[in-house]
């Protein structure tokens, strides 16, 4: 079975620090990786995708992808009050295939 | 405009009735999805549409019957509705279902709360 990890946290850090979201998954075979961020009463909103081994940024935010070590984190830098919000990891298999979430890490970033 | 909308956003009904959820998306996607995020927030895929096609049919109960008149709407239809069935039922869009680089948009969401 298909099983994606996130820790659930609360992961606390203070505001300008870099929060670090880790999350693993158990298929092999997977290939297409994703973050999104749901504020609490709201809907996921996808923040960043990532496919191939190795560092992607964007703004603040950077995806690093293991394939190896079946890893993908999300550093998010000069975090901000606002970036407070529970952290969803995705991931997909082959074309067609479902899309698994984790079950989220709560992020609390301190004014 | 909204790219993903659902209706109703609240939904407060008692145990045994029957109820609907509709989603409409104007992104022009071919496929859309139906999750169910409970209590603890884990987000987990109920059914998936391609071009009005069922592709993916998770385990589901068979009071839950997904329905898709067009690829721009996808409704969910509940029957004998139980307390356990009380959770946040999100709708999703993406472009191509069998597209490595897709992606999910997702509507805002309908609590269904069962008494």
């Known amino acids: 079975q298909k099983e994606v990890e996130q820790n659930s946290g609360p992961l606390s850090v203070p505001e300008g620090a870099i929060a670090s979201l880790n999350c693993t998954y158990s298929?092999?075979?997977?290939?297409?990786f994703f973050w999104y961020r749901q504020y609490s009463g709201k809907s996921p909103e996808l923040i960043m995708s990532?496919?191939?081994?190795g560092d992607k940024e964007d703004g603040r935010f950077t995806a690093q992808l293991n394939k190896a070590s079946q890893y993908v984190s999300l550093l998010i830098r000069d975090s901000q009050p606002s970036d407070s919000a529970t952290y969803l990891c995705a991931v997909r298999g082959n074309y067609g295939q479902n899309f698994v979430f984790g079950p989220g890490t709560r992020l609390s970033v301190l004014p | 405009d909204t790219a993903v909308s659902q209706t109703p956003k609240y939904l407060v009904t008692q145990m045994g009735n029957d109820k609907s959820i509709k989603c409409e998306q104007n992104l022009g996607h071919d496929t859309m999805y139906w999750y169910k995020q409970d209590s603890k927030k884990f987000l987990k895929i109920m059914f998936s549409?391609?071009?009005?096609?069922?592709?993916i049919n998770e385990t589901v109960p068979n009071r839950f019957s997904p329905k898709s008149p067009d690829k721009a709407h996808l409704n969910l239809h509940i029957n004998s509705l139980e307390l356990g069935d009380s959770a946040v039922y999100f709708c999703?869009?993406?472009?191509?279902?069998?597209?490595?680089?897709?992606?999910?948009?997702f509507g805002p969401g309908t609590r269904l709360t069962v008494l």
């Open positions: 549409y391609n071009n009005k096609e069922l592709i």
């Open positions: 990532i496919y191939s081994n």
């Open positions: 999703a869009s993406s472009r191509a279902g069998t597209v490595l680089t897709d992606t999910q948009y």
């Open positions: 298929d092999r075979g997977s290939q297409s």
